[in-house]
């Protein structure tokens, strides 16, 4: 499924690993729990740990429990 997500799609100029400007191969679709969140966001690892470390984010499975 990663091979479907593609590049990271973080814009988080605030990210300590790409500032925004990632460019690295996506792993898991991240969601905002703050906003209606349907598409959600692709994300790599490093960027993962930063959204997730944010308390914004959390993923879809975590979200139906």
Known sequence: MTDKLG???????A?????????KRAIVVLY?????DLAGTAM???CCCDAMDSGL????ESKDE
């Open 7 to 13: 590049t990271c799609e973080d814009g988080d100029p």
């Open 15 to 23: 990210c300590p690993h790409c500032h925004g400007h990632c460019q």
């Open 32 to 36: 905002r729990i703050d906003m209606g």
């Open 44 to 46: 790599c690892e490093d």
């Open 57 to 60: 984010f959390d993923t879809r």
